[in-house]
T-cell receptor, first 113, second 113 residues
Framework: EADIYQTPRYLVIGTGKKITLECSQT?????MYWYQQDPGMELHLIHY???????EKGDLSSESTVSRIRTEHFPLTLESARPSHTSQYLC????????????FGPGTRLTVL | AQSVSQHNHHVILSEAASLELGCNYS??????LFWYVQYPGQHLQLLLK??????LVKGIKGFEAEFIKSKFSFNLRKPSVQWSDTAEYFC???????????FGTGTRLQVFP
């Protein structure tokens, strides 16, 4: 069982609210990732980080932002949630090499009303 | 743009039936290939991966996959499925050029006793 945690698991909020999705890992991995997944669709990379103070945007454009102040913590923030942000958000981490296995968290299912 | 195609969106089998899930990728360069699985209520986790060498890769729980470069394919197989194999299966490719995982849309497998 991978030691990567996401909170909350489920979140229902109204339009315009600011939210932060938490992701933490206890494996000491340098690389961390955020994916967005809609039902029946592929996972899309929206953000990634290669280490502390490193953040990059992924392949899918997203209005969210991320930060990496500590190795173990990689939160994702939406300043003003909209219904179009409704989705599942998966956090993952891996060791240094690109070919290393990515370990996934349980995901946060976000619904914006 | 690189892509991964999974031909079967939903597969229903009886226990002891043989399984083959298709996966094709579009990128023609050096690639690493993965199959991830998500059991109901659990994290997405690695099933098996191919980096180089023997194109027939053995994974956990009796799964295997064969890399056929000429066909850009990495199909997942299991000779005899069990009810506990009910899950969603995702094929993914990691390209050396982009250093990113590209996921397919997933195949939902249901196995009935």
């Amino acid at each position: 069982e991978a030691d990567i945690y996401q909170t909350p698991r489920y979140l229902v909020i109204g339009t315009g609210k600011k939210i932060t999705l938490e992701c933490s890992q206890t494996m000491g991995h340098d690389k961390m990732y955020w994916y967005q997944q809609d039902p029946g669709m592929e996972l899309h990379l929206i953000h990634y980080s290669y280490g502390v103070n490193s953040t990059e945007k992924g392949d899918l454009s997203s209005e969210s932002t991320v930060s990496r102040i500590r190795t173990e913590h990689f939160p994702l923030t939406l300043e003003s949630a909209r219904p179009s942000h409704t989705s599942q958000y998966l956090c993952a981490s891996s060791e240094e090499q690109s070919t290393d296995t990515q370990y996934f968290g349980p995901g946060t299912r976000l619904t914006v009303l | 743009a690189q892509s991964v195609s999974q031909h079967n969106h939903h597969v229903i089998l009886s226990e002891a039936a043989s399984l083959e899930l298709g996966c094709n990728y579009s990128y023609g360069g050096t690639v690493n290939l993965f199959w991830y699985v998500q059991y109901p209520g659990q994290h997405l986790q690695l099933l098996l991966k191919y980096f180089s060498g023997d194109p027939l890769v053995k994974g956990i729980k009796g799964f295997e996959a064969e890399f056929i470069k000429s066909k850009f394919s990495f199909n997942l197989r299991k000779p005899s499925v069990q009810w506990s194999d009910t899950a969603e299966y995702f094929c993914a490719v990691l390209s050396y050029n982009t250093d990113k995982l590209i996921f397919g849309t997933g195949t939902r497998l249901q196995v009935f006793p």
